[in-house]
Structures are given as C-alpha cells and as structure tokens.
C-alpha cells in the first residue's frame, strides 16, 4: 500500500511541476496546490499507514497507529488552503492591474540598466 | 521552567490582533505599536540576562514533556538573535511613523509588522522541527501582506513571484520534514539530533545526506545562497523602505540561522560532504553578491546585493566550524541584521529626499543634509567592517576560523569581499553625497529630521557593538559554545528523559 501511495505522491509531483512551468499564472496556481496535495500524501505515508488499531486508551490493542502525521497533515492542510485562497485573490487583483496573466509579460528590470 | 521566553512572541501576537480593530485611528495604531514593540525590547533584554545567569531555557507547552510536546528552547543563541529582532522592529515602526503613507498604515501595516515579529521571534525560539515549519508560515503570511500592501503594479507582479517561490521552499519543507519523521520518528530537534547521532554510529546512511540537502535547498531559499537567490533581487525591490529593512534585516536571517541550527544540530556527524557544499555555496554567493552590489547604479539593488554577501560570509563562518568561526559567525549575523536595517532606512530617505533609487540622478546631498551623509557614512563603514566598527570582530574571526581549518581559498575570499564591499557602498556615498548638490522636486515635504530616528538608533548600536566587542564577546561565545557542543543543547532540552 506504502508503495502505491508513494508512486501517486510522485505524479502529483510530476503534474505539479508540469503546470508550475506554465505561462498562465492560473495553470501555476492550481500547480501549487497539487504539490502540497503530494507533500500532505508524502506525510502521511512516511508515517506509515494503518499499522493497528486507532491510537485511543480505551482500545487495549497489541499495536497502534501513529497519530502525529495526521496532526502534523491537518496543520499543514490549514496553511496551504490559506495561501492558496491568498495566491488566487493576489492573481485576481494583480490581473485587474496589469492586464495580463501571462509570466513572459511580467517580468520586471526596474533599476536593472 | 519558565514563561517568560515566550512573552517576545506573545506580546507581538497580542498587539497585532489588537491593531487590527483599531485599523482606521492612525495615532492610537502608532502608539500601540510603538509601546508594545518597546516592551518587547525591554523583555528581550532581560531573556539575554537570564539565559545569561541561568543557561538555557525551555517551555514545555502544555506540560508535555519533551520530547512529546513543542517545547520552546532559549539558548543564547536565539536570545540574542531575538533581542536584535527587537530592536530592529522597533526601529522600523518608528521609521514607518513618517516613512510610509497613511493609506498604507490604514491597510493593517502595523499589524502585518507585529505578525512578521511574531514569526521570526517563534522561529528563533523554537525546539521542533515542525513547530518552525509553522512559524515560517506565519513569517511568510505576513511578508506576502507587507510585500503586496499598497498594491502598486510593481509590487502585485514582484510578489506573485516572491509568493510563488516560497510557496513551492514551503512544499520542500514539509517534505523534508516527511523524510526525516520517518527516519528517526520524531520532530523535538534535540530528540532528533541524539537519533540521528544512534543511527550514524556505523557510518552515516545516505538518506541523512538527502535530507541534509533537502533541508539546505529549503532554508537556502530562504536565506538567499547561491544557486537561490534568483528571486531575492526583484523582490524586495518593489515593497517601500521600512518594509524592505525588516525584509533584508529579518527574512534571510532566518533562512541562516535555521541553516545554522540544523547543521551543527543534526548534521554534524558527516564531516566531510555535507560541509564542502555548504563552504563551496556560501564563497559562491559572496562573489556572486559582489558582481551584483558592484554592477549596479541603483541605491536600492546595491544594498539588496550586499545581502547576499553577508549571508555567504556567516555561511562561510558556520561551515568552518571552528570556535573561532562560530563566534565570528554569530559576530557578524547580528552586526549584519543591525546595520542592514540602517543602510535600508537610510537608503530609504535618500530616495524620499530625490524622488528616485537611481544613483546617477542623485549628487551632492551632503550639503544640505550633513546628518544623513554622516550617518551613512559610518554605517557604511560598519558594513565592510573597518576597524573598530561593528563588522570587524565578526570578519577577523570567521577569517582567523577559516585559515584554521585550512579553507585559505574561502577566507582570502572572504577578505577580499570586504573591500568590494567597501567599494560598493562608497559608490553611494561619493556619487550621491559628493558633487554639485541639485535641487529636487518635493525634498521639502520630507521630514528628514524625525525619519533620521530610527537609523541613528541602529548606526549608533552599531558603533557601540563594534567599540564595545569586549562587553559583547562573553554573550556570543557563550551562544557559540551551545552550537559547537549540541550536547549542551540536548541536555538542556531533555533533561527529565
């Protein structure tokens, strides 16, 4: 199961890095948020996956789960949603702005002569 | 135990929310800021002291023992580092009082302020790896506001950039965090250092390589080394000058010190690769820097190149891993952070006063602003570190480090840097103070006098620092002594277990 979920964490990489490399400022925003879907997945995985029973006291089982990856994904989770919101409404605003979204029309050489 | 190490990070947390509701009364929002970011000063200083007496100290929070909870650890290390943090956040905020427009203070700028304090104070304090992962995140939050606030078009298309960059450095994070969970199962740092310690025994396994270079690519975007630094230059371009000061004086400090703290922490065992990278990188971004900082006529790039410079000198510094190094590095980190946010609101005023960061469109300011020339003069010297200015002591030793340990190509770098440094920064001076003195459009409407506050402030901390290196050493080499002794550092994190 660790393998399988290993080789999806690396073609979300895969698609990631393909959409980041994009002109559209759109394409690399949702590859943004596809990466950190593989980094959250990569947690999760190198914790290990089910392992035994649910890490609760009231469970008296040979083995248990290892809770910390999910606390560390849930956080993890709540930081990327944040900035990906942050990310979209900056697109948006920088859009309005300068009339484009295209990477190659947005590089700057302010005091660069 | 003891609270009191996480009051810098709660009184800026605390003000910072409070700001928030108090968004559209302009002085009541510079009071507050001013008087909480004074009383963070003073709670710092009293930390220095009782690291000082007492030796290191932890916080447990929630009473989780370590290595269960996120403890917070304050050696002296990251006591002093906070205290500067401090210091250079107060003067930013008294800057920013005539510094910056009042739309731009309505838009939560003090606010953003205090949270980006709030990150670069936690990520200072901190014992655990992902508590610092969060940390950062509240940093680079609150940077992409001050970078954006104001939304010029320079600004908006600059920060998409800075935004995107860290975002993917943010990614690597966690992922290295990933890799080094499942390799020794825990995330307190000193835990993790006597892990990592247990399995090296029998030689290092490669996977510790990779994670020492994952963990190197994520702070070295951070703190801008070479290969990146690609988007530091653009970046902090845009965004006006007290924001670019707590930028080019906090950020990429951070970047160093967590550098700095992983390294002599948990990758210290493998002496030999690791650490030829990382002294092969800091000379690279120093020459690099230099190419910068001497290439260009803008007031602001110039400074921005210097950056990288002083990151690769500390770099340079840690990578020896001598004694003498270390102290040298530490030295200059916080001489560098002091007399970077000088230069920064310096430079600041020069273009406030000309309306322009072209250095060719600007000469003889020092006949009518003889203050502002001095003080830039002195900080600049400071700077390349001329004798008994605050960057000599730091130079000496991390150069004295490096012909210890035999890397006489990276110190006669190191060296040589000096003066180019010096050359660049006297570039501003001679074409920008010397010369027929023009007039320009608006000077007159700009309060030179009450923005001259806070630089003078810092340059003159930063002669005190340099004068008084003999009163200061005792503090760093004590800092020195937890990061080339981790036994020091674990002992004090885990002394129950």
Redesign the interface.
């Known amino acids: 199961m660790e393998i399988l979920i290993s080789v999806i964490v690396g073609i979300l990489f895969m698609s990631a890095t393909y959409l ?1 490399l994009s002109k559209s ?1 759109l394409r ?1 925003i949702i590859g ?1 948020a596809i ?2 879907h ?3 997945l ?2 999760l ?4 996956l089910k392992r035994g029973a649910a890490p609760l006291l009231g469970e008296s089982a040979s083995s248990y789960s290892d809770p ?2 999910q606390a ?1 994904i849930l ?2 989770i709540v ?2 949603f ?2 990906t919101a ?2 979209l409404v ?2 948006y ?2 859009y309005q ?2 009339g484009t979204d295209n990477m190659d029309k ?1 590089r ?1 050489n ?4 | 135990m003891i609270n009191f190490l996480i009051l810098p990070i709660l009184i800026p947390l605390v003000t910072g929310v409070l700001l928030i509701f108090a968004a559209k009364h302009i002085m009541l929002q510079r009071l507050i800021a001013g008087l909480s970011a004074l009383i963070t000063v003073i709670v710092s200083v009293l930390l220095v002291k009782k690291v000082n007496n007492d030796g290191i100290q932890t916080l447990n929070l929630s009473n989780w023992d370590a290595p269960f909870g996120i403890t917070l650890v304050s050696d002296m290390l990251s006591a002093l580092l906070v205290l500067t943090t401090s210091i250079i956040a107060l003067a930013c905020v008294i800057y920013s009082f005539r510094g910056i427009d009042e739309d731009r203070e309505k838009f939560y700028f003090y606010a953003a302020v205090n949270f980006l304090i709030v990150g670069v104070n936690g990520a200072f304090t901190t014992g655990d790896i992902f508590n610092l992962f969060v940390f950062f995140e509240v940093m680079l939050m609150s940077s992409y506001v001050l970078i954006v606030i104001g939304g010029t078009k320079i600004q908006l298309r600059e920060s998409i950039k800075y935004l995107l960059v860290n975002v993917i450095s943010s990614a690597l994070f966690v992922i290295a965090v990933a890799y080094l969970y499942s390799v020794v199962g825990t995330l307190n740092m000193a835990h993790i250092s006597v892990r990592i310690n247990e399995i090296s025994e029998l030689g290092q396994p490669g996977i510790i390589t990779v994670i020492a270079v994952l963990f190197l690519i994520v702070f070295g975007l951070k703190g801008a080394i070479f290969p990146l630094f690609f988007w530091l230059p653009g970046s902090y371009y845009a965004p006006p000058a007290p924001v670019l000061a707590l930028f080019g004086a906090l950020l990429t400090k951070v970047g160093v010190y967590s550098i700095a703290r992983t390294y002599t922490l948990f990758f210290y065992q493998d002496g030999g690769l690791i650490q030829q990278l990382l002294t092969i990188l800091a000379v690279i971004s120093i020459i690099l820097g230099i190419i910068g900082a001497i290439a260009y006529w803008d007031i602001k790039k110039i400074v921005i190149y210097n950056i990288i410079v002083a990151v690769g000198v500390i770099l340079f510094g840690i990578s020896a891993m001598t004694q003498d190094s270390l102290i040298g590095a530490i030295f200059y980190l916080i001489h560098d952070m002091n007399v970077k946010a000088a230069l920064f609101l310096l430079v600041g005023i020069m273009a406030a006063i000309t309306g322009t960061s072209d250095l060719r469109k600007i000469s003889g300011l020092i006949k009518r602003y003889p203050g502002l020339g001095w003080t830039f003069f002195l900080a600049a010297l400071s700077l390349a570190g001329i004798p008994p200015l605050s960057g000599f002591v730091g130079k000496l030793l991390i150069i004295k480090g490096g012909f210890e340990s035999e890397h006489y190509w990276g110190a006669g770098i190191v060296l040589m840097s000096s003066l180019l440094v010096l050359f660049s920064i006297m570039k501003i001076f001679i074409n920008g103070f010397w010369g027929t003195s023009r007039d320009y459009e608006g000077a007159d409407k700009v309060s030179v006098k009450r923005m001259m506050a806070a630089p003078v402030i810092l340059v003159a901390i930063a002669v005190f620092y340099g004068v008084g290196s003999e009163f200061v050493y005792p503090y760093i080499s004590q800092a020195a002594e937890t990061l080339a002794n981790p036994g020091i550092y674990i002992d004090a994190v885990l002394k129950e277990y």
């Open positions: 980041m400022l690399i943004t990466l950190s593989g980094a959250h990569l947690i995985t190198m914790g290990g910390l990856p560390l956080t993890a930081i990327a944040g900035v942050f990310f900056l697109a605003r920088a702005e300068l947005l700057g302010e005091g660069n002569d």
